[in-house]
């Protein structure tokens, strides 16, 4: 399973563009990179998930260059709600693979300021 | 409305009093797992399960155990509660072959042993 590794936490002000990398060296060909966003005493909530280049829903934008090592959650004009820990994920959401066991890890902490 | 219910929301009990937290979805989705969270160590996983009879450990197994008799249903089990196992958990599912929708977890279930 591929191993990823994010910045602990991170701060940001009302208004401004946040972008959170996850690094994915050893990620697999059949891997696709999910976003979860968790707030104090809730259950993680999916967020955006990719494969290659760029994906982008209602909610943020999902960079992932060429190579796949790495992968960038952007999330436009954050607000106060948007403090949350934010997790990214490598594994296989397909029958058949290894997508059974997720591995969360810790996250990032966001921090939006007024 | 689809979601994944975990019951009780909050249980202190002593220990080596046995217990069960029961998780059920309503989304006809077949994988189903269980994660602890604690402060500094994020989400890990304890067990999940592919379908019906099929389960498998996570990173952090001991102490639990769980079963799947039926699609919607996939209850934790303590056998011998110890006060380590004093934790918020989470029940999550996701639906087979498909890749945009990630996890969906329950609002979790905060456990103390005393």
């Known amino acids: 399973l591929a191993k990823t590794t994010q910045p602990i936490s991170m701060d940001s002000y009302e208004g401004q563009e946040v972008n959170i990398t996850c690094s994915h060296n050893?990620?697999?060909?059949?891997?696709?990179i999910t976003w979860y966003q968790q707030f104090p005493s809730q259950g993680p909530r999916f967020i955006i998930q990719?494969?290659?280049t760029k994906v982008t829903n209602e909610v943020a934008s999902l960079f992932i260059p060429a190579d796949r090592k790495s992968s960038t959650l952007s999330l436009p004009r954050v607000s106060l709600s948007d403090t949350a820990v934010y997790y990214c994920?490598?594994?296989?959401?397909?029958?058949?693979?290894?997508?059974?066991?997720?591995?969360f890890g810790k996250g990032t902490k966001l921090s939006v300021k007024p | 409305e689809a979601q994944v219910t975990q019951n009780p929301r909050y249980l202190i009990t002593v220990t080596g009093k046995k217990l069960t937290v029961t998780c059920s979805q309503n989304?006809?989705?077949?994988?189903m797992s269980w994660y602890r969270q604690d402060p500094g160590l994020g989400l890990r996983q304890i067990y999940y399960?592919?379908?019906?009879?099929?389960?498998d450990k996570g990173d952090v197994p001991e102490g639990y155990k769980v079963s799947r008799k039926e699609k919607r249903n996939f209850p934790l089990i303590l056998e011998s509660p110890s006060p380590n196992q004093t934790s918020l958990y989470f029940c999550?599912?996701?639906?087979?072959?498909?890749?945009?929708?990630?996890?969906?977890f329950g609002s979790g279930t905060r456990l103390t042993v005393v």
């Open positions: 999550a599912s996701s639906l087979t072959g498909v890749r945009d929708y990630g996890y969906t």
């Open positions: 050893n990620i697999a060909t059949n891997d696709y």
């Open positions: 990719g494969y290659k």
């Open positions: 994920l490598v594994g296989v959401h397909d029958y058949g693979g290894s997508q059974g066991n997720l591995i």
């Open positions: 989304m006809n989705h077949e994988y």
């Open positions: 399960s592919m379908n019906v009879e099929v389960t």
